[in-house]
């Protein structure tokens, strides 16, 4: 069972970097921004990090540092420029985002390896993945109960009473945005040593989609939920790539669509679980009761 | 002469670009729906046209046909899985129709590898209409204008259905408020399902035209996806006409900086104007009332 | 939908999963079979080369088995695990078969960029493997990595010093996919071969891998009116482009690479290849009794002739199994990877005699320079069809 372990671990560590990724989707989404930039905070973040990796021998902290540094950078840029775009013209604006990062990785070749992409030469082992996913979780749980928390899922019910309520709606989405970028990065040099190789396409709408799946499919209400779906989502499918060859998207496809239909909060859905608890007898709650609180444009 | 000519490739190309982003702008202007499936109604279309000529004998134009229904049949299709759940629960759905849309895309585009083997297909020599046009020095083939022409004639009459009919007037109040309009007596599903069979049927075409003069595989609606994508933002969605604008001026630009600037910023230069649409004007170039936006 | 499926629908699709994966796991391999991995590409970017290839290789293991090629009744057992030809994808396959060390070494790699992503992992597990079909100048680097590629720089140059010599082109302009070394390295060869013939060089027009459109590339090819055209590029855009260029009326001659030599190029280009000159390594019609029986199984299994990337996946299989059979009684990856690397020379190949050369294979002897006919036939090229069109 020895190649079983390995694929085990190897389906583990690609879990964990992908929760990093998921925690950073899921930190605009909670100030009620969708975002698919998450994708180009990694880019930027691995790109920057391995090049200081090979050309001036960083260790993985001090590359990890680098690429949040790096994401955190980006992420300001772009939230100034972005984030007055209302809901569903930001999600566009960040798929663009992602496009045109991939346009500035092929023309850097000097920098970035070009189209031909680059080995990445610091390898990343499990128990750091763990710790990095532990910290960026407890920073995670700490904000959660925090004024910025407070402020997060206001502005995400509802921008208007929210600034009504004196709460800065620009400021904590602008914050939440940087934050974002920095997981990001953090994420993007994760999953660059577990590839051990990049190129453009190893940053690209793929991993946008996957990453924006674990989040809305863990249960985009909790930030827990974005690590159990990178949990199900990027790691069990490295497992199941092994007895599945031709027509696994096609699976793949009909677990998202039936997650999504029949389970629409996700996986972790603290509200189910309080309507679970308090109305256990008496008649269900209308669905639309909840969807005030989902992006709105 | 060679501005003149690569102008006019430009413009066949962005044919093609238009009448994808044509369809793209009816489904998320009037459903709000980021519909990622899109580029598989074209990857298809065209399979199935090429299907219809190299197995069937169908002539071209039927093969046109044949692509532009599948094209519609496969939105309705992809609506009723995918978007009527969600839609049904009420509320915003953006969220959840990207993900519902990511579904159908990944498995539709895995069936089309299936079904074509991943291999290279092109329309058999002698099936696509072959006409060659010079004038004045100038090369311009017949599926060239084909293409041109099918596209602002589709543009037209998207526009007029919905600008100028009862059914269009249904869509457009669909998409501002559905329970008002179903007070104002329109059956919001018919008028749903219109507008997706409307988009289906213009990507559809435009992924024949894409495949016909070249070898296409299973991915052709990627690429189409992510450049119908950039005419939709750059021309502005709220208007079929500026969605095709958007179209043409994409295509024409790309062959452009290819000649003059470099091939290896041709996408930079695309994407870098979309972001800068975007921060600049985010309601597109043409500065039009988005349908359903109050 | 009532409210019990509402959550048990996801998970009894989960436990299924898992369920599936349980009884998957339970494969074993008989003792006295040797296990030799191999990262597929059957799907993915160049799916449809890569199902030639893997066409190619599991023949190759399949015939060597069954005339008993290792010798003591001992079988090759290939261990498929499928890359897609993305870097990220294949490296997460090769440590898997890094992982076990059962697998004595690994065959893999069409593309340049996915062979220098799983050479590090390779060499670092001590297993040899053996590149395939990659192109980029460089990548073997023995004792770990061997390369069987048929290499088409060599094959383009002398291609291009026929075509010179006997077709005599007045000029030549050039197209490439710019964003692949591969192929930006085949154009360099093709200019060397032209270089100091007397034809003039009209420069180069680049396009990108990701290209769909060519019509604006054959209008700027055609604006330099050149005698000839070199199409350097991948297979689906060597086709695009070359339809193009027909169907506006290009008339002069058209140099191409291997890419156009398979039989699904022809199926999706038809008549516009014809009389396009294109190198090969393996051509049935000129291929001795070897290359004869591999040729008719190889239709008899799969109902086409073998290309070249079919005989490439053919060799690469057969260079490793030979590795194995020198690697003596204690097949190991040292022992391997010591046959492997100590391999200087094979006979009776595909390809008649072919010599190894610091870890890359060498065939010159086999180059043939062939085109396809209009009814879908390869035959020999010969400048007197060339310009007719």
Redesign the interface.
Known sequence: M???L??LV?AAEFALAGAVLALSTYMTLWAGL?SFATVSFAAVGAFTATHLMTSAGLGLWAALLVGGLGGGVVAAVAGL??IR?????L???T???I??T???V??LGGLTG????E?VPVEVHLWQLIVVLAVACLVLARLARSRFGTAAVATREDPTVAATMGIPVRRVQAAAFVISGVLGGVGGVLQAGL?????P??FY?DLA?TV??CV??GG?YHWFGSVIGAV?FTG?P??????I????????????????????GG?VDPLRWRRLRDGRRTA?AP??A???A???? | MLLVQQLINGLALGAVYALFAVGFGVVFSTMRILNLAQGMYATWGAIFAYWAVAHAGLPFPVACLVGTAIGAMAAVAVDQVAFQPLRSRGGEQLLGTIITSVALWISLREAASLATGAAPLGFPPGTVPGGLIRFAGLRVLATQVIAIVCAIVVTAAIHVILRHTRLGAAIRAVGHDRGAAMLGGVNPRVAILTAAALAGAATGLAGVFYADGQTFTFSLGDGLLLQGFAAVVIGGMGDVRGAAFGGFAIGVVQVLSAQYISNSFQDAITFGLLLVVLVVRPRGLLKTVELGRA | MAPSLRRRGPLGVLIAVTALLAAACNGNTQSGDVKLGFITALTGPVAFAGQTFAHGTELAVDQLNQEGYLGGGRKIELVKKEGAETPARAVEQAKQLAGDQSVVGTICCILSPTAGAVKPITTAAKMPLDIYGATDLGLEKPPYVVRTTTMPQDANKSLARKVAQQAHPASVAYAVTQDNSGWVSQLKSFQEGFAGTGVRDLGTVNTLAAQTDFSGAAGQLMAKNPAAVVVACLQQSSISLIKALRSRGYNGLIVASEAIGSPGAYKAAGGALADIPFPVYFFAGKADAQGQKFAQAYKAKYGTDPDDYAAQGYIAAYTMATAIKNAGKDVTRASVTKALSSLKQMDGTIYGTVGFQNGQLHAPESIVHITWTRDGRQTEWTPSGAGKS
């Open positions: 020895g190649q079983q390995t694929l190897s969708l420029l972005l775009l209302a809901g569903h013209w999600a566009l604006a798929v663009a985002l496009l045109v991939r346009v500035v092929v023309n070009g189209s031909q992409g080995v590839l051990r190789y990049i190129d396409d190893s709408i989609v924006i799946a809305v499919l985009a199900v069990l490295v497992y199941v790539n092994q007895f060859g031709q027509g696994q998207a096609i699976i793949d496809g009909a677990l998202l669509l039936i997650i999504m239909i029949w389970m629409p996986l269900p669905e639309t909840r969807e005030p989902e992006v709105r444009s």
